[in-house]
């Protein structure tokens, strides 16, 4: 059975930082896509940032050059590293991963809440 529980979420002032874990049991994330989404109130889920499994990234220009997505294949813990948050950035960011039969498994997720 294949968990994922997300971490680290929390209230911060805008400029400030938070790191976010996404930790798994029942699949390996160093051989699968993980990504990052997060959804505000209102809105759509929308994706974040994803790695996959050689370690490749992408971003959305919303976070490019703020966020970091990293990985501890050995935690089997995908991270993700945010860097001056602004009040845009307050969602529930939820973490993904996507098997070789491309199936996904997503966590429960954390709440950001990112103050003026």
Do not use: H
Request: charged share 15%; net charge positive.
């Amino acid at each position: 059975q294949v968990q994922l529980v997300e971490s680290g979420g929390g209230w911060v002032q805008a400029g400030g930082s938070l790191r976010l874990s996404c930790a798994a049991s029942g699949i390996i994330f160093g051989i699968n896509t993980v990504a990052w989404y997060r959804q505000a109130p209102g809105k759509q889920r929308e994706l974040v940032t994803a790695i996959s499994s050689g370690g490749i990234t992408n971003y959305s220009d919303s976070v490019k050059g703020r966020f970091t997505i990293s990985r501890d294949n050995a935690k089997n813990t995908v991270y993700l590293q945010m860097n001056s948050l602004k009040p845009e950035d307050t969602a529930v960011y939820y973490c993904k991963v996507t098997n070789r039969l491309f199936r996904d498994y997503w966590g429960q997720g954390t709440q950001v809440t990112v103050s003026s």
